[in-house]
Nanobody, 127 residues
Framework: QVQLVESGGGLVAAGDSLRLSCVVSGRTINIYTMAWFRQAPGKEREFVAA????????FFAGSVKGRFTISRNNAMNTVSLQMYSLKPEDTAVYYCAIARNPFSSVQYHVSDSYDYWGQGTQVTVSS
C-alpha cells in the first residue's frame, strides 16, 4: 500500500519560513513526478509546486514562484517544500502527491495526474 506522510506544518508569522517534508512508502519515487497542493478553507484544492522524477525540472504556481522551492531525495524517498516569506494567504492544508504514471510526462498542475495523496499538514500564517 502506498502511503505519503507530510510533516512540518505549523503556525508562523507573516514573513517567516517553513519547510514541509513528505515521506513515501510502498512506491519508489525515483520514476515519478511529485507535487504539493494546498487547500484553504472554503476553497478548492490548488496546485503549489511539482518536481520531475530526476529533480532537474520544477514547476510553481504563480502565487508562490520566487518564494517556495521544491526538492526531492530519491534515496530517502522524500520530497520537501521550502517556503519563504510566508503570507497569510498561504494558510492552508498542504498535501503531498505522487504521479499516477511513471516516466511519462505529467500535467503537473492537474490533481487527477496524481493517484496517492498524504493526509495533509496545516500551515497557518498570522498577519
Amino acid at each position: 500500500q502506498v502511503q505519503l506522510v507530510e510533516s512540518g506544518g505549523g503556525l508562523v508569522a507573516a514573513g517567516d519560513s517553513l519547510r514541509l517534508s513528505c515521506v513515501v512508502s510502498g512506491r519508489t519515487i525515483n520514476i515519478y513526478t511529485m507535487a504539493w497542493f494546498r487547500q484553504a478553507p472554503g476553497k478548492e484544492r490548488e496546485f503549489v509546486a511539482a518536481i520531475d522524477r530526476g529533480g532537474a525540472a520544477t514547476f510553481f504556481a504563480g502565487s508562490v514562484k520566487g518564494r517556495f522551492t521544491i526538492s526531492r531525495n530519491n534515496a530517502m524517498n522524500t520530497v520537501s517544500l521550502q517556503m519563504y516569506s510566508l503570507k497569510p494567504e498561504d494558510t492552508a492544508v498542504y498535501y503531498c502527491a505522487i504521479a499516477r504514471n511513471p516516466f511519462s510526462s505529467v500535467q503537473y498542475h492537474v490533481s487527477d495526474s496524481y493517484d496517492y495523496w498524504g493526509q495533509g499538514t496545516q500551515v497557518t500564517v498570522s498577519s
